[in-house]
């Protein structure tokens, strides 16, 4: 039986850049095709208003990255954050990625800044600080990929820290059974992580995207992951 999943698209991936792995819309499905191919992908480009009529389009949503911050004053901010709640509130599936991890704690009462140790970027370990019976197979430490310079510094009352990472303390939480928070890119490639490293080398420092771009040697653990979010939505 096929489970209708909503894309939340809250940005678009450069036309110069789509040759690698195209758009958002073709990274998430490729990322769960094998691992869940009842999942149907619905898309809605909400960072030009384009929203589901109502929360009951779909049985899982999973809102992207951005090049936006979750504390911008923009009107398609705002909405979005009232129909995370309302995806709270209505007991629906909710999977925050990078600024999706962040409107998650934003809209349900946290905070989101910049970080203090600047942009993380190319793989990162995560250790996991709870253990939950979705985590199959279960490692307690893995490697994914970030890109990301704000956080969020303070999680929404009643979430559960998931895992950590030594730069970004918050790095994966849930608030009650059915919403999850990940700061990691588990949908991005090496090959793309690398590309906006190199096209973000001013912004970002040339020593840390050096660094970045030498980490891609570690093996990371997408695959593995996108089995959890596949378990914690069942």
Same mark, same amino acid.
């Given at each position: 039986?096929?489970?209708?999943?909503?894309?939340?698209?809250? $940005?678009?991936?450069?036309?110069?850049?789509?040759?690698?792995?195209?758009?958002?819309?073709?990274?998430?499905?490729?990322?769960? %095709?094998?691992?869940?191919?009842? /999942?149907?992908?619905? !898309?809605?480009?909400?960072?030009?208003?384009?929203?589901?009529?109502?929360?009951?389009?779909?049985?899982? @949503?999973?809102?992207?990255? &951005?090049?936006?911050?979750? @504390?911008?004053?923009?009107?398609?901010?705002?909405?979005? #954050?009232?129909?995370?709640? $309302?995806? @709270?509130?209505?007991?629906?599936?909710?999977?925050?990625?990078?600024?999706?991890? *962040?409107?998650?704690?934003?809209?349900?009462?946290? =905070?989101?800044?910049? %970080?203090?140790?600047?942009?993380?970027?190319?793989?990162?370990?995560? *250790?996991?600080?709870?253990?939950?019976? /979705?985590?199959?197979? !279960?490692?307690?430490? !893995?490697?994914?990929?970030?890109?990301?310079?704000?956080?969020?510094?303070?999680?929404?009352?009643?979430?559960?820290?998931?895992?950590?990472?030594?730069?970004?303390?918050?790095?994966?939480?849930?608030?009650?059974?059915?919403?999850?928070?990940?700061?990691?890119?588990?949908?991005? %490639? #090496? =090959?793309?992580?690398?590309?906006?490293?190199?096209?973000?080398?001013?912004?970002?420092?040339? #020593? =840390?995207?050096?660094?970045?771009?030498? &980490?891609?040697?570690?093996?990371?653990?997408?695959?593995?992951?996108?089995?959890?979010? #596949?378990?914690? %939505?069942?």
């Amino acid at each position: 039986m096929a489970v209708k999943v909503g894309l939340l698209e809250c $940005d678009h991936v450069r036309e110069e850049l789509r040759h690698i792995a195209g758009d958002y819309r073709d990274m998430f499905p490729a990322l769960f %095709s094998n691992v869940a191919p009842e /999942w149907e992908f619905h !898309f809605y480009d909400v960072c030009n208003g384009h929203f589901p009529v109502s929360v009951e389009e779909c049985d899982i @949503y999973i809102c992207t990255g &951005s090049k936006s911050s979750v @504390y911008d004053q923009e009107d398609w901010i705002t909405r979005l #954050k009232n129909f995370v709640v $309302d995806i @709270y509130q209505s007991q629906k599936t909710f999977i925050g990625v990078c600024f999706g991890h *962040q409107m998650l704690g934003e809209a349900l009462g946290g =905070k989101v800044e910049k %970080s203090s140790v600047g942009w993380c970027v190319g793989v990162h370990r995560f *250790q996991l600080t709870a253990r939950e019976s /979705w985590m199959q197979p !279960f490692t307690d430490a !893995f490697n994914l990929l970030m890109m990301c310079q704000d956080q969020v510094v303070q999680l929404p009352p009643d979430a559960t820290l998931m895992a950590e990472t030594p730069d970004c303390p918050h790095a994966m939480f849930r608030v009650g059974e059915r919403m999850l928070g990940i700061q990691a890119h588990p949908e991005f %490639s #090496k =090959k793309y992580d690398q590309a906006l490293m190199e096209l973000r080398v001013e912004r970002i420092g040339e #020593k =840390k995207v050096e660094l970045g771009i030498a &980490s891609l040697e570690l093996p990371t653990q997408e695959i593995m992951f996108a089995h959890w979010i #596949k378990n914690f %939505s069942s």
